[in-house]
Every structure is written in C-alpha cells, then in structure tokens.
C-alpha cells in the first residue's frame, strides 16, 4: 500500500498564490495525499474564498482546512497542521510553501528516497525560482552552530545537475522538507520559541542529533516565487532572522560558553548584516531604524528565549514611523 502524506501548507492572506498552489497540488501523479492548509488568522476574505473555491475537494476529505485563532508564525502555524497529519494517519508529511508550485511527478521519487536507508528521516529537492524555471533558489545546505548560520547550496545558480551527486545535507529549507511522521513522533515538532526565521535550521540540526540523515533528491522540483508574504531585506527580517540565530545558538550552546560566543557574535554577525542589507536593500538605509532594530534584537534575545507575535508587531510599529 503506497504511503499516505499530509501536505502541510500556510495561508495568510494570500488566496491567490494559495489557490495556484493546491491547483498544482490537485495535479499530482501520486494519489495517495491529503492537503492540509492552515489559515494563521488571515485578516482578509482569502480563506472563505479558498472553502468555496475547492468545496468539492472538501467534501471529499482530499483538502482539509485548518483556522488557527491568532497569527502562530510559521512554526506554530505548521505545528497545528502536522498534529493533523498525525492524527490522521499520515505516514510523511510535507512541509511546503504556499507561494510554490509543483511538478506533477515531483513526490515519488521523495518517497522512493525516504526509504532506501533505514535512518533517512528527511527529503528535500530542488527548488527553483516560479519566474527562472531553470535557476535555482536552493536546494538545501549545511549549518554551523557556531556562526548560526547556514550556507545553501545552488543559490542563483542555472541548473546543470551539477548538484545531482549530492546525497545529504545538512539542513533542508522549511520551503520544501518531506518528513517521516516517526521523526516527529521521536523528537518532536517545529520548535515554536521561532515565530518566523530558524525553525529550519533547529529541526534540521535536531534531527541529526538524533541520528537521522537528510537526504537530497534530485528528481523532486518544485518552484518558489521567494518571499511573497515578507521583504527579506527589511528592518523586521533582520530581526526575526537574528532573534532566529541567538535562540538557535542558545539551545545547543551551553552556558556560560553562550555568553562568550554572544561576545564574538554580536560584532561579527550585525556588521555583516549592515554591509549586506546596504547593498542589496532597495531602500536607502535609515541608520535610526537599523540601530533601533539592533538594539532590539540584543535587548529582546537577553531578556527572553523565544519570539512572540507581539515582538513582531512592535518592529513594524518601529518601521513604520517616521
């Protein structure tokens, strides 16, 4: 009996990018799936359209819909449809973008991989950019505890399969993970200390710990149009993603040894963070509001260990004065 997978998608918002992507998901070659799409508080019409668009589809227990009562982030919002998946039965579970569309055949050969070693607990492919078919945007990559962060391979890159001997990896994108629902029931779901920004990376690194592999299928494509619902080169990503950095470090540095991590860090990361936002920012930098969010980020990652909603809030309250 083929495997049953739970596909596990976020809405916020966003109906029509939603929309093309079940369209993409309802094209599929392997029939044995259900779609799982959690709407994290969408403050919009976008999930009312969505129930009627694909009642049907509803009706016919093939797309389940998930109504989260406040904004989860992405750990938390994927959290709730993984206890579905679970509670469902699902064999795997993948955890997938809803601003991508997919190959028709892309979820076999996955599959295929998930067991061809006993200890093999996550998949992933490739992922290409929605608008350069053949450009990759990732395909997965390695991760270093010690400078928090993590190198993806292909970024940008025409795709020549000159990745295709890759066999694992060291952390795969929250974009695109197949996981098998017995890693999930060993050592847990998405950390939910993340609101948006280093999920990834601690299940990825998590998972290894506890002896699972990534694995790297080159047959699964999928295609991402990057960064719909959030300016990645934006004041509020260089909070989440450096809140992101200091939590994931924290939970695998001991301390007092964090502190003396956080010492080097702290230089170190920021003044990268400044040269990078500087040259690829399309908006002219505001020092005001980037040493503010510094200053944020440093403040809030001492006093707590995780992100809330309200964090998030109040750097778009910062961003948006004057």
Request: hydrophobic share 40%; net charge positive; charged share 25%.
């Amino acid at each position: 009996m083929k495997k049953k997978v739970g596909i596990i998608s976020i809405n916020w918002n966003n109906y029509e990018d939603t929309k093309e992507f079940i369209d993409s998901m309802l094209s599929l070659h392997y029939e044995n799936f259900v779609i799982f799409i959690v709407d994290n508080y969408s403050t919009d019409n976008s999930l009312v359209m969505l129930k009627k668009e694909f009642e049907e589809r509803v009706n016919k227990g093939k797309i389940k819909f998930i109504e989260s009562e406040v904004n989860k982030g992405f750990a938390g919002g994927n959290n709730l449809g993984f206890q579905c998946a679970l509670d469902n039965k699902c064999d795997l579970v993948l955890m997938i973008n809803n601003d991508t569309v997919v190959s028709p055949d892309f979820l076999e050969p996955m599959i295929i991989k998930m067991y061809s070693k006993a200890n093999i607990g996550i998949v992933t492919g490739k992922i290409y950019y929605y608008s350069y078919k053949n450009v990759l945007w990732s395909i997965g990559g390695e991760l270093s505890l010690l400078r928090a962060s993590a190198k993806y391979y292909g970024t940008n890159i025409v795709d020549n399969g000159q990745f295709d001997k890759i066999e694992k990896l060291g952390i795969a994108s929250g974009c695109f993970m197949l996981i098998d629902c017995s890693v999930l029931e060993r050592i847990g779901l998405l950390s939910e200390k993340f609101f948006f920004r280093g999920e990834e990376w601690e299940f990825s690194y998590r998972a290894r710990k506890n002896g699972y592999e990534i694995a790297f299928e080159p047959n699964a494509h999928i295609y991402h149009k990057v960064s719909r619902s959030h300016n990645r080169l934006s004041y509020y990503d260089i909070y989440s993603a450096y809140r992101g950095k200091l939590i994931f470090s924290k939970s695998y540095i001991k301390q007092p040894l964090w502190f003396v991590w956080l010492a080097f860090f702290i230089p170190y990361s920021l003044s990268f963070s400044f040269i990078n936002f500087k040259k690829n920012s399309d908006n002219r930098i505001n020092y005001r509001k980037y040493l503010k969010t510094i200053g944020m980020v440093v403040r809030d990652g001492l006093r707590r260990d995780y992100v809330t909603l309200q964090d998030i809030e109040k750097v778009k309250l910062m961003i948006d004065s004057k």
